[in-house]
């Protein structure tokens, strides 16, 4: 049986690693930081609570609830991986060499 304390901390790994894969594919997909912000429709000081929480410098938000943020970040990870996609497509296409996920 997973008691309480290993259940929250699973839940807060799950979330900072999420929040995390999002901001990588924000970085490869070039979207600025506000444009991530908008696109999972966060008020700045909601951005700023999961910025911190991922940084570990901040507890798990309450707003947006962690169920309705997985949702949105998986929405928006889903989006910009298509649009990645199609980039590199794109360039192999056009006789280019696709960039380097770690290279932008």
């Given at each position: 049986m997973?008691g309480?304390?290993?259940?929250?901390?699973?839940?807060?790994?799950?979330?900072?690693?999420?929040?995390?894969?999002?901001?990588?594919?924000?970085?490869e997909?070039?979207?600025?930081?506000?444009?991530r912000?908008?696109?999972?429709?966060?008020t700045?000081?909601?951005?700023?609570?999961w910025?911190?929480f991922?940084?570990r410098?901040?507890p798990?938000?309450?707003?947006?609830?962690?169920?309705?943020?997985?949702?949105?970040?998986?929405?928006?990870?889903?989006?910009?991986?298509?649009?990645?996609?199609?980039?590199?497509?794109a360039e192999?296409?056009?006789?280019?060499?696709?960039h380097?996920?770690?290279?932008?």
């Open positions: 997973i309480p304390t290993t259940a929250c901390r699973a839940t807060v790994t799950l979330a900072r690693s999420q929040f995390g894969m999002l901001n990588q594919l924000g970085e997909a070039k979207l600025s930081t506000d444009d912000r908008r696109a999972l429709n966060l700045a000081p909601e951005w700023q609570a910025s911190e991922l940084d410098q901040g798990l938000p309450l707003r947006p609830q962690l169920s309705d943020m997985l949702q949105r970040i998986a929405g928006l990870a889903y989006a910009l991986a298509l649009i990645i996609d199609e980039r590199r497509d192999i296409s056009a006789g280019g060499t696709p380097d996920r770690t290279m932008g």
